[in-house]
């Protein structure tokens, strides 16, 4: 199989016209596209975010989709039944305008069944990072696990790309003590949707930044 590039997205948080315009910058001959996880919520448009991704799933299938702690959540609630109290605001606003128990469940059941990481030779992907430890990096409920820890990581020989925590630059920044690329620009503060190309050898070689656009929020 040839070895592509690879062309990484940031967390989207619902911001569907933002997320266009970076994926203007991807060329899908010479790029395996992959995202990070965090569709949903927080902006205007997570239904049409999730189908625009889906889509791309259907039309390139070595499309790389990583579950996010909001996709997680939202699937707990549709098919665990979590009471909507328990919801945070930005959920609770999804949900109204999102059938995801009857018209769009099919969008759920894609949310549920995303995997928490993507690994390959040069690179380890997953939404927000492993923990230095490796402890319950696979428990979804855990604070510890790869859909939601937050603090020192694991340095691994390959590199790591995650997003969950926004940069405070707006862009992605490079972690060299844990070597791990984060590329979460701040989307779901309506601050900047980021993209990465990743070279084969798992080096970084370009970076975009969109600024969100105001349709998104």
């Not at 205007?44 to 991704?53: A, G, L, P, Y």
């Not at 989709?65 to 606003?93: L, P, V």
């Not at 084969?200 to 070689?205: H, I, P, S």
Request: glycine share 6%; charged share 25%.
């Amino acid at each position: 199989m040839l070895i592509m590039n690879y062309f990484l997205v940031g967390d989207i948080h619902g911001c569907y016209n933002t997320l266009k315009k970076i994926l203007k910058h991807w060329n899908p001959k010479e790029e395996q596209l992959i995202f990070v996880g965090d569709y949903i919520n927080k902006g205007k448009h997570s239904k049409e975010v999730v189908r625009c991704v889906r889509k791309l799933q259907q039309d390139y299938p070595n499309t790389i989709c990583i579950q996010g702690n909001h996709e997680y959540q939202m699937a707990q609630y549709i098919f665990k039944g979590t009471s909507k109290s328990d919801m945070k605001e930005n959920y609770r606003n999804t949900i109204e305008d999102y059938d995801l128990r009857e018209k769009y469940i099919g969008d759920a059941r894609w949310m549920r069944d995303l995997p928490l990481f993507y690994e390959n030779d040069v690179l380890y992907v997953s939404h927000a990072g492993v923990n230095f430890l490796g402890f319950r990096k696979f428990h979804t409920e855990s604070m510890w696990s790869v859909l939601r820890f937050r603090g020192k990581l694991k340095k691994m020989k390959k590199l790591q790309v995650i997003g969950h925590t926004p940069t405070e630059i707006g862009k992605p920044i490079y972690l060299k003590q844990y070597n791990t690329l984060n590329i979460d620009a701040g989307a779901g503060n309506h601050d900047a949707l980021a993209a990465v190309v990743i070279n084969k050898n798992g080096k970084l070689v370009r970076t975009y930044i969109e600024k969100i656009l105001k349709s998104d929020y």
